[in-house]
């Protein structure tokens, strides 16, 4: 008697031993582990229900699932699935205690990458011009869940915006984003491209799915720009010296050249630059060269004033009075000469030709 009564004693021991193991805090509400399960569409798949002690025969301990098998002891339940295709799923486990219902539930999140990101220019084929707006386009196919979606525009490595949509749908689909640019002239030869991305949070895949579209080199055209400083308003220019009129200009495309002359005639010339090698008189007067591209047209005007070449006539004045300096120098030698020595033609000493005077002389 005394040896059943301490079997007794003993095994009510470890009962109070064992339920104050788990303390207080223990009670029959289930944990999931993971306690959120992302998982890619067509893989396996696995998760554990647990309580904190043992479930007793009385009380209820399970699972509610769509898909999948579970194996079961007293504190846990564990459930697989080979290949996890239900879009909109979850799984519930419960302990019911006497009557009082103990639940959890796993959220299930199941995933697909875009299929496909397509990327081009909305309504818009062909080269772009500057200063004008245009409409990007991104078409995101077959994507799931789309709320975990993000798309990104880029030109070049610069992000031009980005995009969430809001829609809670679970199961796979396509949609489209669009941002609106307008080019500038920097932009031609420019790659614009985006790209889909789905943040899965800390449970997903990382680094987290992102598919990306084909890139897109962007031609833009913009008007010509005038290179260099601007010009004197008139040009003057000598007579006799050369003249340069430069209207040179950038474009995309590469711009055109018409000149306008002073005779109110077009010219021949279709280079950026004219040259006159020597101006004369008629070279007066205003030129109008237009540059053009398919984006613009410009218009530059030169006012040409030409001048009497003035070194040239005060070399000319120069000349002539150092050859009077010269001849009237010469005379007054010539006639000191005479003095001195008697009578000399003039004439004759222009001629280098000696002439005798007969000299009167006394026997």
Known sequence: MFFLCFIVFVVSSLNFMRVSSFGENCTYTPVFTPSTLVVKFGDPASATCSICQPARTEHIFGLEKAVGETSQNKTSISWTVDSLTEWDTSLICFYNEDGKLHRSTLPITLYQPPKYVGFSFLNHTGPMFAGHRYSLL??????????????????????????????????PVTTAFTVNIIPIEDDDGAQYWC????????????????????????????GPQLK?????????????????LNCSAVGNPAPSYTWKLPSDNPSSIKSSILTIESVSWEHGGQYVCNVSNDANDVTVTFNVEVK????????????????VIVVCFISAWILYKQKRMGNYNLKDVFRLRPVHVPVRTDE
């Open 138 to 171: 991104c078409v995101v196919e077959e994507v799931a869940p789309i709320e975990n979606l993000t798309v990104t525009f880029y030109r070049g490595q610069t992000v031009l915006d980005r995009k969430t949509p809001s829609n809670p749908e679970k199961t």
């Open 308 to 323: 009497d070449n003035y070194t040239s006539i005060i070399v000319a004045v120069a000349v002539i009075l150092a050859v």
């Open 195 to 222: 790209e889909a991305e789905l943040q899965l949070g800390a449970e997903g895949p990382q680094p987290p799915p992102v598919v990306a579209s084909e890139k897109l080199t962007a031609t833009v055209y913009y």
């Open 228 to 244: 260099g400083s601007s010009h004197p308003d008139p040009i003057t220019v000598t007579r006799g010296y050369p003249l340069h």
